[in-house]
């Protein structure tokens, strides 16, 4: 397992019941900083004790489009619900809500490369032309997360083989990978490709 290593400082700035459709969690926001700059933030909702035999976890970077709107461009919305239904099947379990929209670019950079995307490229190629790096996103302020919750082990929900190394750089060992697979649609198997092809995620048949 990797080195932990910790150059994010978390603050944990509130914790509040949270009853949803999928079931009863408690809602924590934190803060991390690194060398004095901007405050990320993130959440994360727990179900259930998850002390004990590692939990069910899934790290799900924010996308409005996806999970607020539904959109069928991508499968965000579709593998945070999964998500969260996995979690309440077992009882237990922790989904970190992580604000990199558009793999980092943010929203408004998400929206230019959905335009050039209805052009013709695909989701690297419009990053790219945007003067971006494929993904810019960063796993280290879930990392830390995990840290503050004391969790030693996690069982990782999660097609993205960087969010497994991040989460070994923490110091948390990952016992078991749970693909987290939607079912793919006319409109997401370019998408679903890409991300295959190009960016290592472990998904099948696409």
Not at 1 to 10: G, K, N
Not at 63 to 77: A, I, K, N, P, Q
Not at 92 to 115: D, F, P, T, V
Not at 156 to 173: D, T, Y
């Amino acid at each position: 397992m990797a080195q932990p290593t910790q150059t994010i400082t978390v603050r944990q700035v509130a914790e509040a019941d949270f009853p949803t459709l999928f079931g009863h969690f408690r809602i924590f926001g934190f803060e991390g900083t690194e060398d004095g700059s901007e405050p990320e933030e993130a959440i994360a909702v727990k179900m259930g004790d998850i002390s004990g035999d590692p939990p069910l976890v899934r790290i799900h970077s924010q996308c409005l489009t996806g999970d607020v709107f539904h959109s069928l461009r991508c499968d965000c919305g579709a593998q945070l619900e999964l998500a969260l239904r996995s979690i309440a099947r077992e009882g237990r379990g922790l989904l970190i809500y992580e604000n990199q929209e558009g793999r980092g670019i943010g929203l408004l950079n998400k929206l230019r490369a959905y335009e050039l995307q209805d052009q013709g490229a695909d989701t690297v190629e419009a990053n790219e032309r945007l003067g971006f790096k494929a993904d810019l996103r960063s796993y280290q302020l879930p990392g830390e997360i995990l840290r503050f919750f004391h969790l030693a082990s996690v069982r990782l929900l999660s097609n993205n083989p960087e969010k497994v190394e991040a989460v070994e750089r923490a110091g948390v060992r990952v016992t078991e990978r749970i693909p987290c697979v939607a079912a793919p649609l006319d409109s997401t198997e370019t998408y679903l490709r890409t991300k295959k092809t190009k960016m290592g995620h472990l998904i099948e048949d696409v």
